[in-house]
């Protein structure tokens, strides 16, 4: 798995301070996306220890509520395997932390992966420009969802997270 970024003391993509982990690799092609440097699943760094010790050194604060999956896609498919095994790593080593993901996949695409017993919200379906609305929280167009995966795997349908 390849990333671009690691942002520190985040507040714009998720619930409370986060790190946001941006991997590389996009196939949705949305138009007008706010970070197409992503798609390519070649561009950007190798996902090594160095950048999994720099996220954990985050996570150990305190004060950081937890880690968002970003992009690029971390559910492309060249990222699953690698970004499943880190979820449940994170999941493992900081129990009280929450996991955020965003993904262009529509909860039906994506509702039997192994990842999602380690998440707590994913934010699905792919950014429409034409249905971008700046006042929407957590979510960039009106046909994304805001999912507690918790409750919804609990209840076999979408439950949106409350915040």
């Given amino acids: ?92 080593r900081f129990p009280e932390k929450t996991q955020w993901l965003y993904t262009g996949y529509e909860w039906h695409e994506i509702q039997d992966e192994p990842i999602l017993s380690y998440l707590d919200v994913i934010v699905d379906g792919k950014f429409e420009v034409d249905k971008k609305d700046s006042k929407l929280h957590w979510k960039g167009s009106s046909n994304q969802n805001v999912i507690d995966v918790p409750d919804s795997l609990k209840m076999g349908k979408i439950v949106l997270h409350s915040s």
């Fill in 1 to 92: 798995m390849r990333y671009h970024n690691i942002t520190k003391d985040d507040m714009l993509n998720g619930d409370g301070l986060r790190v946001v982990l941006w991997v590389s690799g996009c196939a949705h092609g949305c138009k007008q996306c706010q970070n197409q440097i992503t798609w390519d699943p070649n561009g950007g760094l190798l996902f090594d220890e160095k950048a999994k010790e720099e996220l954990f050194e985050q996570l150990e604060k305190s004060y950081i509520t937890g880690i968002t999956y970003s992009g690029g896609d971390p559910l492309f498919l060249g990222n699953r395997e690698e970004i499943t095994k880190l979820a449940k790593e994170i999941r493992e």
